[in-house]
């Protein structure tokens, strides 16, 4: 069947690429140019860029990242934080963006993701769920960079959000984002059970052999990482041979020599 | 003009700046434009899209651009299609209803089936890297992938695909046990269902080979 996507995710704030746990508490980690390249160079198949401050300033940094880094990166490019309207999307789609990712807007206001997917396709609709365990089995979705409540459950919203046109899911486990503890495999589950588009899983991924269960148990059809890339734990090239070595497909990658 | 020059037909949809950058990287002079007179006086033409057939060849239509881009097919310069915009070189397409396309390459654009051939349900849009193979009978050797390897994986992500006669379907890829067209080609008319600006090094090697065209 298709390859496993293996994602490198760069929370970005201001011009910064930073990392936090649960979402909060952010370091900093460098220049999200020097990491791109790295993990673009290392065979990442695609990138999420994540701003977490969501400002209007803060978009701006997160297009002219976005814009210098089309100039030597050629895979694919999710962003999200701050896109509030169709005209938002089109500004980070003509920076180089090939998805956007939208959470708290879409919260706001459904029809956001119908009016996007109308304009750019659904392909261009990645509908990213922040997720809090709140029960057994059960998870609220979170905006604000998970900050805030909205008292919608999960399952509900991502069933919903791709009946108005999301063409992919991006789930991250606020309990588990910045933890090693590995994936959240029940939420990934859930909610792979309840849509038929892609969804990534994020947050959690210690160590290599944490995708295992998320794709065994999970069925997620991709997976973001950023702590374990961010603090050099693991390099792409290492995780793809683990997720080889368990039979998933890979993309094949052959390190350019330099 | 020199010889690198490549106009990239700007019709609103897309990322386009991805488009000019690996162009670029080759040192390609890139234009955007969707000027009748600079398209047809292109060395070579692409034509980028996403989104919705029927919405592209509306937004084509109000442009006038399908005799322009007809034109640049009848003068014999390369012209390369990627992603919608392979799929809008064909007869028609059954997105939301049938939409008529540039009818350069014969054949028409259908859905993805969301059934696998093992009867198991299939994910779509068809998103992720997928390996590139010859197409039944299809010779490689003086096409856009004389330099790709079969297996060798490009970016895909696409919800209808091209359905070409036999003759123009230069090579597939495997989704769900179907074969998904990757490459057609008519002549001059080439169109890639994947994305070769997002396809990593396997991308430039095309996009390279298509600037030698």
Known sequence: MRNLRLIARLDIKGPNLIKGVHLEGLRVIGSPAEHALRYYQQGADELIYMDCVASLYGRNHLANIVSAATEDIFIPMTVGGGIRSVDDAAQILRAGADKVAINTAAVADPDLITRIARRFGSQCMVLSVEAKQIGDEQWEAYTDNGRERSGIDVIDWVRRGVELGAGEILLTSVDREGTRRGFDCALVKAVTDAVSVPAIASGGMGKPEDLLSVVNEGKADAVAMADILHYKRATIDEIRSVARSAGFGVREFHRKIV | ???????????????????????????????????????????????????????????????????????????????????????????ESEEFGTTIGLGLIPGKVRAIPGIASDGQSLKVPHIGWNGLHPAEHADWSNSLLSDIRPGEAVYFVHSFMAQPNAEHRVSDCMYGGHKVSAVVAKDNVIGCQFHPEKSGDVGLRIIKRFLKL
């Open chain 2, 1 to 91: 003009m020199s010889t690198t020059d490549v106009v990239v037909i700007d019709y609103g949809v897309g990322n386009l700046l991805s488009v000019r950058r690996v162009l670029e990287h080759y040192g390609a002079n890139v234009i955007l434009t969707g000027d009748a007179s600079e398209i047809i006086a292109g060395r070579r033409v692409v034509l980028p899209g996403v989104g919705a057939f029927p919405t592209a060849m509306q937004v084509l239509n109000e442009m006038q651009l399908p005799p322009v881009i007809r034109e640049v097919a009848a003068r014999g310069t390369p012209l390369l299609g990627i992603c919608l915009g392979m799929q809008l070189l064909l007869d």
